[in-house]
């Protein structure tokens, strides 16, 4: 299978690799071959100081020679015999050179020796040419000791490295003149087993003289020039590669050590690979699951206020081409008590199966319930079919339904809404049908109900209660309750929700559920938000440790000041936000995700929790809660009423106590009223419960006086017997 996270880690693990051995292999060369241009440049040195020393010495040697008193008198009374034993026996006898002439100061070869025999005549040598390059050479000597030049000559023999210097009297050398002196010249020839010699002592094995080729360009090896300042040929060598050797030996170690590197970082990434496909996997399951229904394989309520909540069904809503219509089968209830939940299961399968034959094949189908189900239609024509479809769905139950041999009849109650367009949005939309269907429970005939602005009943009522409102703080009308919400796994008390609480004057106990909406709307909810909040500031500085949660209206969100109110009430309070949980419903989510996004952000940066409320019921996409950062949700207390006696519900809360999971988010069970949906939530492994059977909300000093009862252990109902549920939820089948 392939995913975003399974590419993006194959693709770093390939980089990393590649970047790590690019580079130690790169490295590893470089220095190699830095070794070897440091070495190259270390032999050059060597070599050109060796050819140095061979020319110091060989202009030590015709210094010896010439810088002598007894040869130059010799010389002077033309005494050849003095000069053979003393000069030329030497030559050839030692071998010390081997080449020595004399030249006289008119340019005539005089003396002339050379060794070994069969080495070139000094004539031949000896050109006019060659003699009047060493007068130049020697011209601008001085006459005195250790004024020898030297340079090269090539000869049919090889080449010649050799030395001049005038023969001169060493008594009166500087008032001769020294044109009128012989001059002198010897050296030796060049040739390949010197120039080896010379290369052995700085481990040089092949050091030679070669002919250069013609264009070639190469610097790397020093010229050679003549006499005649004629390139003779070049030095050459194998540059020492000392780096190479180095990388020899260093080949097999550093391979080996990539080879287990790249085995480790391929190990330890397939690993990480493998985990976030799985995680990724399985989140991707629980989302599927969540959003279908088991039993039919129909959307479910989650899947349906995901649809409905969507862009096109908005837009759709916005051009007055959507349509809702609901359904809900009356007489079910006696079904399940004479055949059994699972002969109740069957029956819903049949159901589903024949209301899809007589849907149009755009329309969306879902099962919101366990006997409740829900089409949504979209586009003219479809609308158009709208009333006839509602009602071909009441009569499609006429003919009963035969289920393991019993007949069985129910009825459905239909009512639906069609948007005209005005200011109608998807949730208005699903409130009217919802509102047409009760409408068409209780009706006197059986037919589908379309919605119609007299179904609203009770305004009049509800603008008294605005009116009744205003002033009702200043009144004293208003208090607080806190509600226990208790950890499901030992009951110990971790969290107290804020319930308002008016008692009017005029109209006695009002619930909130009647008078929030209405304060919501004249916005006397700002002024009854800020009144709770300060009041459970006040009462939690006697419960330390427990945190509380306070209920926000999206109409409270949208006041661009609620958050810093907020703060402001926490710090006079010296309270810390960490101690409050906010309890939003998906209202202003759902109308502008933009803003709710950054308000939330916001609130959770100065340090408050966030809890989304009502889970389940009104648009409860599953998409918020990837989008928006909830630290809690809480299962609608509508499912938990439904716990244990409806299949659809219990597969509702397990999957979403899965989601909650998958996605790390605790999860709340509100409105337990029995110690069996207390034990179902226990056992379907629910984090938190709260409800009437674990404690009613209660007044701040009941709350003071039960917490100082429950002791350390804050453990509510210690009569209760709590068997510890070992996991192993998918083999629970709480359908049968
Ligand atoms: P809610 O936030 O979902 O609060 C839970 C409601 O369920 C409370 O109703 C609570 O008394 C009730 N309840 C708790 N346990 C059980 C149980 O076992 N069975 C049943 N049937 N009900 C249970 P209440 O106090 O009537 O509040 C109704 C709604 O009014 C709240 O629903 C909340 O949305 C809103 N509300 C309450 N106080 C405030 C408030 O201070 N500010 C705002 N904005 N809304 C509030
Ligand atoms: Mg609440
Ligand atoms: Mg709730």
Redesign the pocket.
């Known amino acids: 299978m392939s995913h975003p996270i399974a590419g993006r880690i194959t693709f770093n693990l390939v980089a990393g690799i590649l970047v790590t051995v690019v580079t130690v292999i790169a490295g590893v060369v470089w220095m190699a071959y830095r070794q070897n241009d440091q070495a190259a440049a270390q032999t050059r040195t060597m070599v050109m100081g060796g050819i140095d020393a061979m020319h110091t010495r060989v202009q030590g040697l015709a210094n010896d020679y010439s810088w002598w008193e007894e040869a130059y008198d010799a010389y002077q009374r033309g005494d050849a015999a003095w000069i053979e034993a003393n000069i030329g026996t030497g030559i050839v006898d030692t071998q010390i050179a081997d080449f020595l002439v004399i030249l006289s100061p008119d340019h005539q070869v005089k003396y002339g020796w050379w060794t070994p025999p069969e080495a070139p005549n000094t004539a031949s040598v000896m050109s006019p040419a060659l003699i009047g390059k060493i007068e130049d050479l020697i011209r601008t000597a001085p006459v005195e000791n250790n004024a020898a030049r030297s340079s090269y000559v090539e000869t049919p023999a090889g080449t010649l490295l050799f030395a001049v210097s005038r023969i001169a009297p060493v008594s009166n050398a500087s008032s001769v003149d020294p044109s009128t002196l012989p001059v002198l010249a010897m050296g030796f020839y060049l040739n390949n087993q010197r120039l080896s010699e010379l290369g052995r002592s700085f481990l040089i094995n092949d050091l030679s003289l070669e002919p250069v080729k013609a264009n070639e360009t190469t610097h790397e090896f020093p010229e050679i020039r003549d006499i005649f300042g004629k390139v003779i040929g070049r030095l050459v060598w194998t540059p020492p590669t000392p780096g190479f050797a180095v990388l020899r030996n260093v080949v097999a170690p550093i391979a080996g050590g990539l080879l287990i590197f790249c085995l480790i970082a391929m190990w330890t990434v397939l690993r990480a690979r493998r985990l976030a496909l799985s995680q990724a996997l399985s989140e991707q399951q629980a989302i599927e699951a969540a959003r279908t229904d088991s039993l039919t394989g129909l959307t479910n309520r989650f899947g349906f206020n995901e649809l409905s909540a969507s862009a096109a069904f908005e837009e759709a809503c916005a051009r007055g081409e959507a349509a809702i219509i609901y359904l809900d089968i009356n007489g079910f209830k006696s079904v399940n008590d004479s055949i059994g939940h699972q002969g109740g299961d069957v029956l819903v399968g049949m159901l589903a199966e024949r209301l899809s034959m007589i849907l149009p094949s755009d329309a969306r189908f879902a099962r919101v319930g366990g006997d409740e189900f829900a089409v949504a239609l979209t586009g003219r024509p479809a609308l158009d079919a709208v009333a006839g479809v509602a009602s071909a769905m009441v009569h499609a139950l006429d003919q009963p339904f035969t289920v393991t041999g019993f007949q069985f009849q129910v009825t459905a109650a239909v009512g639906y809404a069609v948007s005209d367009g005005i200011d109608v949005s998807p949730e208005e939309l699903l409130r009217r049908a919802d509102l047409a269907m009760y409408q068409a429970k209780n009706a006197a005939e059986r037919d589908a109900v379309p919605y119609h602005s007299g179904l609203e009943t009770g305004a009049l009522h509800r603008k008294r209660l605005g009116m009744a409102l205003r002033g009702s703080i200043e009144a004293n009308e208003m208090s607080v309750v806190y509600?226990p919400i208790v950890r499901a796994s030992d009951l110990a008390v971790v969290s107290l929700?804020?319930?308002?609480r008016w008692d009017s004057k005029e109209f006695g106990r009002v619930?909130?559920?009647e008078f929030?909406p209405v304060a919501e709307e004249t916005g006397a909810?700002h002024d009854?938000?800020k009144f709770?909040f300060q009041r459970a500031c006040q009462d939690m500085v006697d419960w330390p440790g427990l945190r509380i949660s306070?209920?926000?209206?999206p109409a409270?969100l949208r006041d661009p000041s609620f958050a810093n109110d907020l703060g402001a009430i926490a710090r006079r309070h010296d309270v810390v936000p960490n101690r409050f949980k906010l309890?939003l419903?998906e209202g202003l989510l759902v109308r502008n995700p933009t803003i709710a996004k950054r308000k939330l952000a916001r609130l959770k940066s100065m340090g408050f929790g966030l809890s989304l409320?009502?889970f389940g019921t009104g648009f409860s996409s599953i998409g918020y809660l990837r989008q928006f950062p909830f630290d809690w949700l809480k299962i609608d207390?509508s499912f938990i009423s439904e716990l244990g006696a409806n299949p659809t519900a219990n597969a509702l809360i397990q999957s979403m106590i899965a989601l909650g999971d998958a996605m790390d988010i605790a999860v709340v069970a509100?409105?337990?009223?029995t110690v069996e949906q207390l034990q179902l939530l226990r056992l379907l492994q629910c984090e938190y419960v709260?409800?009437?059977?674990l404690a009613k909300?209660m007044p701040a000093e009941e709350i003071t006086a039960l917490l100082a009862r429950l002791g350390e252990s804050r453990r509510i109902l210690p009569e209760l017997e709590l068997p510890s549920f070992e996991p192993g939820r998918s083999a629970l089948n709480l359908q049968s």
Do not use: F, M, R, W
Request: avoid cysteine; charge should be negative.
């Open positions: 509600q929700e804020a319930l308002v619930s909130p559920a929030i909810i009854i938000g709770v306070i209920n926000v209206s409270q309890e419903t409320d009502d207390k509100e409105g337990i009223e709260q409800g009437y059977y909300p």
